[in-house]
């Protein structure tokens, strides 16, 4: 079983952009709340 690695790269970048605007959407919420 060979899984291409840049394939493999794009989907860990994916998910690294996916959380990262995830927890910011999550930071900016609680900012709100906050002020």
Do not use: M
């Not at 999550?26 to 906050?34: F, N, P």
């Amino acid at each position: 079983l060979r899984i291409p690695l840049e394939k493999l790269k794009d989907k860990e970048i994916e998910s690294v952009k996916d959380r990262v605007t995830w927890l910011s959407k999550e930071l900016g919420q609680r900012l709100i709340w906050i002020h």
